[in-house]
């Protein structure tokens, strides 16, 4: 219990009547943390807002946010902390809360483990028989609904795979179902939009703010099979190469190992094993 709190209070648990729980009314954040630093705090703040923002939901005091981050991580040498921001308890019924009360918890765990040879030589992935659905008012911002991701990862178990590739209904690529993705197709770096659906992740706004020459766009399952290089950007897990997908192959490149560098640069380093 030391390591979460509940607006501001040492617990584990919230009402049962918390809109978050009932209705996935809400919005998270997982920060990662270096000591009493977030590097990437801004970014998380920048994305937080706009999600309560679009939800209408009063956006917590960022002051007292990071205050909080610093007390459930403190001690610890590496973090991530993981926000979390409902609009708070209310009846039962869809209906909007006329004055919101929104509930904040915040709660500090150890990093994920990433095995060396995932950093060095790559991800085996898969394609997802999941479609993510369309909602823009939803693309982008980290609401607390992932069932799609929960059922994209329920399709495999091989220990081997270490993420899946998610599309929409038309067929574009989107994402992995916990990271954002980039790609060089013929010599240009693109990442696939997320205003239809997909979450704008932190780290990948730090990669196109790194490469100004990427482009934010389409990107098909032909295309993203004719790349030379691709690699997967998460806010808690770095800049991870892809090796394979199904059949295909692809090499590490150069700006993978370019913003891997840039990715310790900013204070960060992954807990290895192997």
């Not at 939803?138 to 992932?146: Q, T, V, W």
Request: aromatic share 6%; charged share 25%.
């Amino acid at each position: 219990m030391d390591r979460m709190l509940v607006n501001g209070v040492p617990a584990e648990q919230i009402s049962v009547l918390d809109r978050g729980f009932a209705y996935g009314d809400g919005l998270f954040e997982s920060v990662r943390f270096i000591g009493e630093e977030a590097p990437l705090w801004s970014r998380h703040m920048q994305r937080l807002a706009e999600g309560c923002r679009r939800l209408r939901i009063p956006l917590p005091d960022v002051s007292q946010l990071w205050a909080e981050a610093i007390e459930v991580s403190r001690h610890l040498a590496h973090s991530v902390v993981r926000i979390t921001v409902t609009r708070g308890v209310g009846e039962r019924g869809y209906a909007s809360l006329p004055r919101p009360r929104p509930t904040r918890v915040l709660a500090a765990f150890a990093p994920p483990v990433v095995v060396s040879e995932s950093l060095d030589q790559g991800l085996a992935l898969r394609m997802c028989e999941l479609r993510l659905a369309e909602q823009p008012r939803l693309a982008g911002i980290k609401h607390l609904n992932r069932l799609e991701q929960v059922l994209a990862r329920a399709e495999w178990s091989d220990p081997a795979i270490a993420e899946g590739i998610l599309r929409d209904g038309q067929g574009r690529v989107i994402s992995a179902t916990m990271a954002n993705l980039f790609a060089r197709i013929d010599g240009q770096l693109l990442t696939p939009a997320v205003d239809r659906c997909g979450v704008a992740g932190v780290a990948r706004a730090e990669v196109l703010a790194t490469c100004p020459q990427a482009r934010v766009g389409e990107i098909t399952l032909e295309a993203l099979l004719c790349a030379s290089e691709v690699f997967l950007s998460s806010s808690v897990r770095g800049i991870l190469p892809v090796r394979s997908l199904g059949e295909r192959t692809f090499q590490v490149g150069s700006l993978t190992r370019t913003l891997q560098r840039h990715w310790r640069n900013l204070g960060f380093w992954m807990e290895q094993a192997g």
